[in-house]
């Protein structure tokens, strides 16, 4: 029997973690393409993109930001390239799918469900700020309501999706939103293979125990039977001990500087490849193969990286 290939998914940047929290965290747009290259090479197989300005670290959903680095990563790597469309908590759908549009992408994340995404408990950690717009916006994500109704979805279905054929990771924070995928299946929004990462340890959403992991899983194999794969992101120091519960169980995983900015109890990752070659190692030493970028889109029916626009 063929071992099971594990598919690596490495989340760059995001749009939670600040410049204040970690000098690895890439902001610049020639260190977002070079840390997205050398998780490539660590083992990645998937990379998932959001844009910052490059002048203060702060969130953009600027397409000219994501095209200053993405060029430069279609160049150097056959990686998948997987746009956010949750990119900011405080903007309209349309400007979030803006990237997306311009870039075509082979997949791009959507959010299953609207949610109370907040990350307001670190602004308590910081007393100094490299940058003043910091402070402000990790304290007021309390009052953020991230939203994803049934319209914005079928939005980026029909936009994303239908005219550009790109296919999701849809992201999933708590169980509710896997009956929303559901929902949206039987609608026609959405084509088997689909590829559900479950999220755990957000603010907001479902906490990251193993016990929830096991009850999202057993959810997804009810709805959605062998039409799905899927990957776990473990939030903070959930990231290895869930990565390492979902390869065991079947899974493909997530890690990455967006997701957690550790890369052990106390100890800040120097960069995202860092975080690959650990899960890599635990991946292969529970006896499974890193998928590669080739495999990865066999798995999830992708478009190919030939029909990209950067």
Not at 7 to 23: F, L, N, R, V, Y
């Amino acid at each position: 029997m063929a071992k099971k290939k594990v598919i690596i998914t490495c989340a760059i940047t995001g749009a939670i973690h600040t410049p204040t929290m970690s000098d690895a965290l890439p902001y610049r747009t020639e260190d977002i393409a070079r840390q997205a290259l050398d998780a490539a090479e660590a083992g990645a197989a998937i990379l998932h993109l959001h844009a910052r300005n490059p002048e203060d670290g702060s969130v953009s959903l600027d397409p000219d930001h994501f095209m200053g680095f993405l060029p430069t990563i279609k160049q150097a790597t056959n990686a998948v390239v997987n746009i956010s469309t949750g990119g900011s908590l405080v903007t309209t759908i349309d400007d979030r799918m803006k990237p997306a549009k311009r870039a075509s992408p082979e997949m791009c994340s959507i959010n299953m469900g609207s949610m109370n995404f907040s990350f307001h408990p670190l602004a308590d950690r910081y007393d100094d700020w490299k940058f003043d717009w910091e402070e402000e916006y990790v304290k007021n994500s309390d009052s953020f309501i991230f939203r994803n109704t049934f319209a914005d979805i079928a939005k980026v279905a029909n936009e994303l999706g239908g005219d550009y054929g790109i296919k999701f990771e849809h992201e999933c924070y708590d169980v509710g939103h896997l009956y929303n995928l559901d929902f949206c299946m039987k609608q026609g929004l959405f084509k088997a293979p689909i590829f559900i990462q479950f999220i755990f340890g957000i603010l907001g959403g479902i906490g990251p125990e193993i016990d929830n992991l096991i009850f999202m899983k057993r959810t997804a194999d009810r709805l959605f039977g062998d039409q799905y794969q899927w990957s776990v992101l473990g939030a903070g120091g959930a990231q290895m001990p869930l990565a390492a519960a979902a390869a065991t169980m079947g899974g493909n995983v997530r890690v990455g500087l967006e997701d957690s900015l550790f890369i052990e109890r106390g100890k800040l990752a120097t960069s995202n490849a860092e975080q690959v070659a650990k899960v890599r190692g635990i991946v292969e030493g529970l006896g499974y193969e890193v998928a590669t970028p080739d495999d990865a889109r066999e798995m999830l029916a992708l478009k190919g990286g030939d029909k990209v626009t950067f």
